[in-house]
């Protein structure tokens, strides 16, 4: 996770099955980009909160919170989660990605922050970017045209 008050891009790289979600308070211009490995964290002790889509965007709300951001005004950006490989089976365990999504989407419902724009699914790997001056996101994947949030 990243968080910047300033002019300063954020930027995530090779979201493939992972999510990349953008925070912003538009008020403040604080923004937090936190890259999503897996949709829930289910490690003892809780080390690594900042991978799993439950703890991690919460812990990344809760640092925007303590530098002045406030829920009701934050929006996010999401982008990532596509199936990256094929997987024998009609069981989800294969699709990590859209259980990322999903994971994603009710952690934000849970904490009231609205989803201002996604770019997820499919099969192709992404790279976002997010201009806190602007609040605009950018998605970059090979062989397609730039995408803007």
């Known amino acids: ?32 980009m936190v890259h999503i490995m897996l949709p829930l964290n289910m490690e003892a002790g809780r080390k690594n909160t900042m991978k799993y889509a439950d703890t991690g965007i919460r812990e990344t709300l809760r640092q925007m919170e303590v530098k ?34 999903e994971s994603v989407h009710k952690v934000l419902r849970a904490e009231g922050i609205r989803l201002a724009a996604e770019d997820v699914g499919g099969s192709v790997a992404r790279t976002l970017s997010f201009d806190p001056s602007t609040g605009r996101a950018t998605i970059r994947s090979y062989g397609k045209p730039d995408i803007v949030l």
């Not at 929006?75 to 094929?86: I, Q, T």
């Open 1 to 32: 996770m990243k968080m910047t008050n300033g002019s300063e891009e954020l930027i995530t790289y090779a979201l493939g099955s992972c999510c990349g979600i953008c925070l912003y308070d538009p008020n403040i211009r604080l923004a937090a």
């Open 68 to 101: 002045g951001a406030r829920k009701p005004r934050i929006v996010a950006k999401v982008a990532g989660g596509a199936k990256m490989f094929a997987v024998s089976g009609t069981g989800s365990l294969g699709n990590i990605g859209q259980r990322n999504i």
